[in-house]
């Protein structure tokens, strides 16, 4: 399978810092990558950057063989993109059901991925008529998640899921990101490395703002010396 | 006396731009006179120097020193509202309150209540402190667009207090104050010279004041506060006192530049409590140069010479084509002239050298 | 409990002791027709307050200029109610410009192409150089298209047209002798389409606008604004006798229209030239809209003059002088007044509060149940996700700075037969608005609404207290003072609320 996405040497700057200084990577069609990196290395930014919410000044970035740097983030979105930022940014102030209605890019995207969304994550159904705010940590994060697998995306960036959540949750979620993945293409950002690492079968590994290796992820897990190098975790 | 005469010299090198700026001001006067003054209309027993202060008195001469009298008193305007949104990061709505306060309370005092000048003068220092104290402590719990929000209301509020007919024995209400007793001695028609001078006293004190503000350690915490007030507050300043002292400074400053204008003018109107004259000040500080000492007094200049050139021109909408003016530099020159010159200064500079290359009026490459 | 609903009880409860300190000070007589004059004020306050709060709330600007659009469509209105003469000459002469300029942009793509294709400028290139080639065009167009736009207005009989009514200073101009012959008008005509054509590639080169769409698109549109042009002034004569000759309710009706799209076309002239390039540098947008709003109240005196005009003639439901004892005779009689507890209080003044209600209701349904409404809700939380969900929620900002403006004129239109025009009304209206957000708490809509019934009422109460008199306790003197100074208390009631609560009632904490 080719890859659905490749960024290639993207600079990025927010206001006169130069964040990201040279990130390639790609993410092949139907699987899990992982992006990996210290806090602060330019992960968020990364993904800000594939989607336009911080446009990056120099490099490309290539979706289903379009390049789409430079474009307005709405634009890049609707080409088939969706978003599942950190701190799980829904709409306190709107229901479950207008934070998925919200996310509809064509009339009924809602009915028709109902089974597959409820089934993922039960507890939505039960929630629908809530306020986003009145929900748990767990069940905004499942919300986030669902919001973006509303229209018809191809490809997910899904950002930290899983801070802040207790264990069991995590566990939770895990099994559900990899039952979707097997319908779109997931680039994850995880700073949680076992999670990661079970899940996700490439990598990349970004420090200091540039994406210093990637591979196939079972490669990285014979390798605990990069892990402690870049990540400061133990296998 | 050894270590200050060694040390003069540097002392006139570190101000030497200050002074020079001086030397003109102090000449100008003269020099108008010399030169566009009307000596038809002195008699001709007067001579030797007191005809020179006379020749500053009449015809064009007294019109243009009275142009710099208001560039002055505005240039001390600009600078106080220069230390709060320059210095201290407040933008303010409500700046013109101070000025036309300021006018006011020493109108008032020396036309309805007959005071002396320096108790009139006095009060207006401790009506400008106690103002600020007031208007800061409610208006500084909020911040950024509140702030300019809720100033602009305070400013409306003296506003429509100066117009209200409650007060007409004493404000003169919509007509506004006029005739303002000013000692014969310094008074701005009779003896525009004297006046001239003490007016320039003035702006060099308001300016050296600011200065030394600025370039003090609570200035730096201003500095600070304008750039992230969060890490200012998390260095352990309290940030709210800061605030006010900057407002108080400001107010206080402005109180006093409206106390000229007022007398000045020989009167005072609602206009100048308006929103006309926070643009007014606003539009001095954006075209100098915000954040900067100089930038103010060179907008000062620049604005009124603007409003007045307009106004010939155009007539009864040049006040139009002034916002329309105001617009248009608020968009395309967002760092003034000062800042502009100074983020490009480098630039300029190793482009003039190569100019000057290309020309064959300078040989050597430049250094680095 | 008590805490999810402690906004809404701080309303009942300011509210509660507003009406019975004044009902106890006042008896009820003259405290209801205060409450009712409260209700009216708070209508208009509201339809102000809403369109600053949902502007703020949504693209966190602050809009300075937003007194200004209540006040030109009060102005556009009032104009187009009795003076239709100024539109049918004015409107062509806008409208070249526009089409001039719709043309204009398309010119300014090749031209920016042109520029780029150049070889670029060394950064350190002489001084003079970098200036000449990035200003010096912009100036130039711009200073011809300037220079165009003043020689095509000059000696434009702005004033004879304006000088319909015999309250006019001067007195009344008839209307043969107010206009241009026709033919004078055509090379204002042309004038004013040559000075748009050069402002469009200043636009686009100053990155103002961006020429969007196939070019044969839009030159059709301002093929169709010329001819609309072309055709107003034809039938200049015909259309003001037209005019005038319809009933006075098809008018106010008109009037109404024509002042909210007024509203609406300035917010989107607003936001797409002012607003938009300085989203992230607040500081910039509220000098700009502090200085839009100078311009507006200079504008509106260089055009109608610095005095105000009495109030607008209100539609024939409103305008028999007697009075109706209740709403149901009223109906019938169409008085201008009705009886409440024996006083009468004029019903175009419940119109008002009618029209408050109105929009008040229906904004909420269009925020509460269409997509629409959805994404502002969203985009007040967080625009930016609204926009990672693929929404262009720039146009949903322009979207709702037009609404925002037009209501804002609405009201401007509706005050009119109540308090007239005059050049202050809109920063004066614009202040109380300011006050009633504040009180309410920015951004959101529920508050602006409490916010101004809670300043309505304390300014009713205020006007009557103070004009009435305020008996000074332990003295025989009673203290008493003009409207202006219960108009300037409201300040402090927004110090109050400062202190205790600066995010307001109904406001999320900063």
Redesign the interface.
Known sequence: MGNILEVRDIHTFIGQFHILQGVSLEAAEGTITAILGRNGAGKTTTLKSI?G?TPPRNGKVVFAGQEIQGR????I??MGIG?V?ENR?I????TVA?NL???E?KRGDLDRKANFIFGLFPDLKRLYRLPGGHLSGGQQQMLAIA?ALV?DNQLLLIDEPSEGLAPIIIQELMEAIRQLSERVTVLLVEQNFQMASRLAKNYVIIDDGRSVRSGAMEDLLRQPEIIRRYLGATI | MKTLITRLPLALGKWKWELAVLAVLVLFPFAAGLTIGKPDALPPEVRGLERLARLTETGPAKFWQGMVIQMLILAVFAISYDLLLGYTGLLSFGHAMFYGTGGYVIGILLKHFHWPWWAALGMVVLVAVLQSLIFGTLSLRVRGVYLAMVTLAFAEFFYILSEAGDFRQYTGADDGLHGIYVHPAISPTDYRLRFYFLTLAFFVVAYLAARRLVNSPTGRVMVAIRENEQRAAMLGYNTFTYKLVALIAAGLLASLAGCFNAVYNLGVTPAVLGVGTTIDVLAMTIVGGVGTMTGPVLGAAIVHLLGYWLNRLFGPIWTLLFGAAFVLIVVFLPYGIVGTVRARSFQWRTGWRRWMQLLGLRRETPVR | MLKQYRATLTFIAIVVFLISVGYAWLGPVRATSAVLSGLTLAALYFLLGAGLSLIFGLMDVLNFAHGIIFMIGAYIGYSLFGNPRLFTNTLPLILMVVAGALVGVYIGRPLRAWEARRRQLPADAPPLRIILSRIAPSVLLALLAVGLLFWGTRGFPLNRLIAFEPTATGGAVPTAQAQEPLSHMAVRLVGMMVAGLLLGPVLVREKRLEARGPFWKTLVVSLILSAVAAIVLWTRDPAERFMLGLSVDVRFVLALLAGAATGALLGVFIETVFIRSFYGRPVTQLVLTLGLMFIGVELVRAIWGKEGRPPMAVPSLFAESCRSPNLIAWLSERCSSIDVLGRAFPTYRLFIILIGLVILIGVWILLRYTRLGMIVRAGVQDSAMVEALGINVRRVFTLVFALGSALAALGGVVAAPFVGVYPDMGGAFQLQAFIAVVIGGMGSYIGTAVGAIILGLARAFGDVLVTGGIPLPWTEQVLRASPAIARASTVLIMAIVLLVRPAGIFGQKE
Request: proline letters at 14%; a positive charge; charged letters at 25%.
């Open positions: 989607l919410l307005p983030a709405y634009e979105a609707a978003y930022p940014a709409f306190t102030n709107l207008e209605k919200i996310a890019r919001r229209p």
